[in-house]
């Protein structure tokens, strides 16, 4: 089997696959690297507390990223009730007339038979919902006209070489390789709907796993037992965040199509620096095994200023054991603020003739939607889509009226900012949070 592997390395090259809450993460997505993003609409998918993607904000999506040779697929992946069904035909033929994506993302047999109905040439992924945790199954869902199926998430790297050796070239693998990971078998919880009413395989889960338990024995009631590992209590559900960015290598002789990043409710700043750091380890690794040896310290450092619970390789390397729980809060680690995306790099003719620049700043000046504050005197940093990170200064701050700012404490507000050093439309504007 690892003369197959080996030789099916060589013709095959893992796609880098990205989520995107909303139109401006999408953007970001395409810019920090990937080959391919997974967008949801306002129906069904997995993630109803993601803001999503109205048709209109689909189509546009999926013209930028064509337009960028990157591929978009859709989630319709929700575990279906017969109130469902109706709307889904109406779903995909909205899809099909007016978005056109790459592929839909699918989990239930029931939405995969009217995809294929409504959309005969449309590329179905298997989403990891399906539990899909052996070869016969991947033969299963090809027979059936799936193009791609999505790995559960508790398969080795061994048993996903088995399935790969097992199943048809053209059936390609996707694994997600980064991320959040859920308590219950390939996601499919009833936690959420028992506690809260809110059915997590209907896309609305509250996350329960990452609340605060204690032990109560039946025969005595309101005695808490002693289960937590300090005052703060004990979070025995909540597993650490999935990362392989240690492990390039043995993903790219995996035989796997497609590395997943989880994170369709993530923000920007988020998705430029995961899509950013593992785009630069695949192509580093691809250009040269010894460069990508050379820079892992760099990787570790950039994901590390994701908002992240500490990390595990998950099932990976065998069953997860108490080492990959985090047993002493629910919060996550976060090194760094985001501040926004430019937007637009502004010339001076385009300016209003307020405002007044310095004049080692004039060809510095870039317009943003500013999320977190800041303020001029403040170091930040630019975060450019090649791997770059450099300090500048913020020298001058203005609205749309010209007026001058010493700092900018309102989210959403449209800025033009003087940097002295020069920023281009797309670069990420990130601040390091004070210890």
């Keep these: 089997m690892s003369e197959f592997i080996s030789d099916f390395k060589l013709r095959r090259h893992p796609e880098l696959l990205i989520p995107a809450s909303s ?18 609409g306002e129906a069904f998918g997995l993630r109803a507390k993601a803001k999503n993607f109205t048709i209109e904000e689909m189509k546009e999506g999926v013209e930028f990223a064509h337009a960028h040779n990157v591929k978009v697929y859709v989630t319709a992946n929700i575990i279906a009730h017969n109130k469902d069904l109706e709307g889904a035909k109406t779903y995909f033929e909205e899809l099909r007339d007016t978005v056109k994506p790459d592929a839909l993302i699918i989990s239930d047999p ?5 995809a294929k109905q409504v959309l005969p040439d449309m590329d179905i992924h298997i ?15 090809h027979s059936l006209g799936a193009t791609r199926v999505v ?48 059915d997590a395989n209907q896309g609305a889960c509250t996350h329960p796993c990452r609340w605060k338990y204690a032990v109560v024995e039946e025969s005595r009631p309101g005695q808490y037992m002693p289960v937590y590992e300090n005052d703060r209590g004990t979070y025995i559900f909540n597993s650490k965040d999935l990362c392989m960015i240690e492990h390039i290598p043995e993903l790219m002789d995996s035989g796997i199509d497609s590395l997943k990043i989880e994170g369709r409710m993530k923000t920007a700043l988020y998705v430029a620096t995961v899509a950013r750091t593992y785009r630069c380890a695949i192509d ?4 040269d095994p010894e460069l990508y040896k050379e820079r892992l310290p760099w990787y570790q450092e950039e994901i590390r200023k994701c908002t992240y619970r500490q990390f595990t390789t998950g099932f990976f390397f065998g069953k997860p054991n108490e080492e990959t729980q985090i047993y002493d809060s629910n919060t996550y680690l976060r090194e760094y603020t985001y501040l926004g995306y430019v937007e637009e790099k502004v010339s001076l003719d385009t300016l209003p003739r307020e405002i007044q620049l310095p004049e080692d700043s004039v060809d510095k000046l870039i317009r943003i939607e500013q999320r977190n504050k800041f303020g001029v005197g403040d ?6 889509p090649n791997g770059e990170n450099i300090n500048s200064k913020v020298v001058g701050i203005y609205t749309e009226k010209g007026e001058s700012r010493e700092s900018a404490p309102h989210p959403k507000e449209k800025l033009y900012i003087a940097l002295d050093k020069e920023a281009e439309v797309y670069d990420i504007l990130r601040v390091k949070k004070d210890e």
Excluded at 23 to 40: H, K, T
Excluded at 134 to 140: A, D, E, I, K, Q
Aim: proline share 1%.
């Design 23 to 40: 139109l401006e993460v999408l953007r970001i997505a395409v810019m920090f690297g990937a080959d391919a993003v997974y967008i949801g």
């Design 110 to 114: 029931a939405i995969f038979t009217i």
């Design 127 to 141: 989403s990891t919902q399906a539990n899909n945790c052996n070869y016969g199954t991947y033969n299963f869902w």
């Design 151 to 198: 790995t559960a998430r508790e398969l080795s790297l061994e048993e996903i070489k088995e399935i790969r050796a097992n199943i048809p070239d053209d059936l390609e693998i996707e694994t997600f390789i980064h991320g959040a990971m859920c308590i219950s078998y390939s996601g499919r919880c009833l936690l959420s709907s028992f506690l809260a009413g809110r």
């Design 284 to 287: 580093d690794y691809k250009k």
């Design 379 to 384: 170091v930040i940093e630019i975060m450019k």
